[in-house]
Each structure stands twice: as structure tokens, then as C-alpha cells.
């Protein structure tokens, strides 16, 4: 990975840091700096913000990082912005991943503290990541008891969770994703705003109260799949059609049956999704994955 400075070319994090280590002639120990750090690459929905808010406040700097067209924006100023470069290539979010850093250097500003300020717009130039597997820490809170996200399909944080297919434009933010309908309820708005919480700035956060809900109980679903029926589920942003794999092989050697079935399947469903994928006309997107095992159910 490499650091642009604006009057140095193409340079190293490491020769940046060595730059902030040594001290401008006549400034004493301490001396408080400023610089503006522009990342691009995998930047959003992937914890980059809240990583930022903790490093800042871990190595004692002020400023602010922010959510762009183009990627995350940071400005920090003290007199540990050394470390603060040096940890932010080596303790990187796992989903992350920074493809250029911009490092230009500014005048102090005399901010009293870091912060996440407003996402600015403009014509994108990032990209957001895919959809992550459920991590460890939320997968234990799904099956304990005593938690609130007990049970709920839809638990996610800053390291897991629907991204890309929730997205609807740029800047990652939650009124800019399918989330934007569902309003926090005051323990999820708690999570979102304390920087000690995995949930901190996780912008799909939910839980029963106030996230999506399953239409249809889980045991119902899979009582239709053992009959050989079609379910088609609707997510947080895709129709997923469902079968087992015997009436999938079945409705491809059939005329009759299945097929009536398929057609019963797609009758409910609004107009665009029962048109096949080239008559849809949208624009070009990943298509989504499917995995068939009817002994699960």
C-alpha cells in the first residue's frame, strides 16, 4: 500500500511516520500536527469509521472522519500521529481493505475532539464491500437466551451483516440502504452511538423490535419445502426462490406439475420480479447465490 504526499510523489506509510517522528527545526517535544488522510478501496460498511474513532482515541489526537463519494476522509491533529499511521495499515478492519492512502499535511486547527461528522456527496469513485457471514460474536448472541438478538435472523454489527445488497447509492450510510424504513429503537440507537460497542455506526443495525420480520414462521417454510413446494423469500433487498433438491430436479424433467408451480410461485410477486432477468432492465449486479439442501429442512 502506498501514501501520495502533495509535494513528494508516491511514498511509503512507514517514511510518512518517520516524517511525523522527526520534528520540524525550533518545535519542542509534543509539538501538535495536523494531517488530512484520504483512503480509497473497501472503505465502507466495513467498520472503518468506528476503527477510527477508537484508534484517534487511543493514540490522544482530535479531528474527525467522514464518509465520501470518493472513500473515508480523516483529518487528525496532536502529537502521535506517527502511531496513529502506523495502526491504521497494521489494525486494518477485517473487511477492509485500503487500495491508496492520500497524506497531505495542514496547519493546526485546534479541534477539542474526534469525531464521525455528516457524509458528503458527489459522483461515486469507491465501491462497498459484499455481504458478510454471521461473525462469532453475533452468532452467540442468536442462540443465548438471555439476549435481545436471540433468535433474530437479521443480527448483524460492523463486521458482518448485508452490505452490497442493501446499498442503494453512495456514501454507505443507513438512509442510503434498505434499512432506511426501519427506524432504530432506543437500544439499538444506544449501540449505534456508544464508540465501546462492536454495534457502534453499524448502519443495518437491528434487532425484533424494531428491524425486518420473518412473514412466516421458519417451522412453516420448511413443512412447504418437505412437500415439494416453492417458497420464494424476500430479504432485505433480493427475492430468493427456495426448493429442495428433489423438486428442483423434478420441475426440470416435468411439463406439467412443477412447473404449474413455479408459475403459482412468481403469480404474487410484483411485476418486475416475475420477468426474467434481461427484461427487467436494470443495470448489470451479481447475481445472487443459491445452495439446495433439503435435508436441512
Known amino acids: 500500500m502506498e501514501a501520495t504526499g502533495s509535494s513528494t510523489g508516491r511514498r511509503s506509510l512507514a517514511a510518512w511516520a518517520d516524517d511525523m517522528m522527526t520534528r520540524p527545526p525550533g518545535a519542542s ?21 468506528p476503527f477510527v474513532h477508537r484508534l484517534a482515541a487511543e493514540t490522544g489526537l482530535a479531528g474527525f472522519v467522514r464518509n465520501g463519494a470518493d472513500g473515508v476522509t480523516i483529518e487528525v491533529e496532536g502529537s502521535r500521529i506517527a502511531d496513529f499511521i502506523s495502526r491504521l495499515s497494521t489494525e486494518t478492519p477485517p473487511l477492509a481493505r485500503i487500495d491508496a492512502l492520500a497524506i497531505e499535511t495542514l496547519a493546526p486547527a485546534g479541534d477539542a475532539g474526534f469525531s464521525i461528522g455528516a457524509s458528503t456527496g458527489g459522483r461515486a469513485a469507491t465501491r462497498v464491500v459484499p455481504d458478510a457471514a454471521t ?5 452467540a448472541e442468536l442462540f443465548d437466551p438471555a439476549s435481545r438478538f436471540f433468535g433474530y435472523p437479521f443480527t448483524n454489527c460492523t463486521q458482518c451483516g448485508p452490505r452490497h445488497t442493501i446499498t442503494r447509492r453512495l456514501p454507505y450510510d443507513r438512509g442510503r440502504t434498505a434499512m432506511a424504513g426501519f427506524t432504530m429503537c432506543s437500544a439499538c440507537a444506544a449501540d449505534y452511538a456508544d464508540p465501546r460497542n462492536r454495534r457502534f455506526h453499524a448502519e443495518p443495525i437491528a434487532c425484533p423490535s424494531c428491524g425486518p420480520r420473518l ?19 424476500k430479504g432485505t433487498a433480493v427475492f430468493i426462490r427456495c426448493a429442495t433438491r428433489a423438486t428442483r430436479r423434478r420441475s426440470r424433467r416435468c411439463a406439467g406439475g412443477n412447473r404449474a408451480r413455479l408459475s403459482r410461485s412468481r403469480s404474487w410477486l410484483p411485476t418486475p420480479h416475475r420477468l426474467a432477468p434481461w427484461r427487467r432492465r436494470r443495470p448489470p449486479k451479481p447475481r445472487s447465490l443459491r445452495a439446495w439442501r433439503g435435508q436441512s429442512c
Open 135 to 139: 461473525c462469532p460474536d453475533c452468532l
Open 29 to 49: 517535544p509534543g509539538t501538535p500536527r495536523r494531517v488530512r488522510l484520504r483512503l480509497s478501496g473497501a472503505v465502507q460498511g466495513v467498520g472503518m469509521r
Open 215 to 233: 412473514s412466516h414462521a421458519i417451522s412453516a417454510i420448511a413443512a412447504l419445502l418437505r412437500d415439494g413446494r416453492i417458497v420464494a423469500l
